[in-house]
């Protein structure tokens, strides 16, 4: 797929408002990469297919009933700041907390979150430094091993509460390694962007 092709499939399933916020947001991250590594350089020329789609895939597996999202280790936004934009279309209700410990890159969510005028909370912390957030939906992208992010979400799901993880080509051998200290039941759902990659859906995760 191309990047044109990308962006042609995000349009087809959005409103033009949203489009716009998500043009928007790219503009601005563009502005802003050139003093913060809010994204590897490499991935500019593709960024509607490395970042705005594979990010917005991770929306499509919330729960109806889902009300209250954190995203661990946000950095340039992805994916929590896309599904935050995608919300404000489909879902106005649903309270999404990005969570990052880097100062500059915060500011730069908090400024994109408030001129695209999405809901969108931002959080400077350490993930272990959190409050139990009650989330029903804990997502990260490209921020830690399996099991490391097992330990980080247990604290903040509710009860059902489920985790998204996006995982590359070795998610098999994370999956494994995660399991000799956790016990979950875990779909991993084939990434629409990357033919090796994996959203993993983690449900009923417990301590092994």
Known sequence: MTDDEAKATLAARVSRETLERLELYLDLLVKWQG??????????????????????????????????????????GFPGLVCAALAAEKRPDLQI??????????AFLRETARQMGVRAGVLTRRVEDLQPANADVVSARALAPLA???????????????????????????LETARQDWQMDATAIASVTDPEAVLLRLENLQHA
């Not at 593709?46 to 109806?64: E, G, K, P, T």
């Not at 907390?97 to 915060?106: A, F, M, N, P, Y």
């Not at 979400?153 to 985790?163: E, S, W």
């Open 97 to 106: 907390t990005l969570v990052e410990s880097d100062l500059r890159k915060g």
């Open 148 to 174: 490391t992010l097992c330990r980080y979400a247990l604290p903040h799901l509710a009860p059902n509460g489920i985790c998204l993880f996006q995982k590359g080509a070795r998610y098999a051998e994370e």
């Open 35 to 76: 003093t913060i590594n809010l994204v590897a350089p490499s991935t500019l020329s593709q960024i509607w297919l490395r970042h705005m789609l594979d990010s917005a895939q991770v929306f499509d597996h919330l729960a109806d009933t889902a009300t209250r999202w954190i995203d661990f280790g946000s950095g340039g």
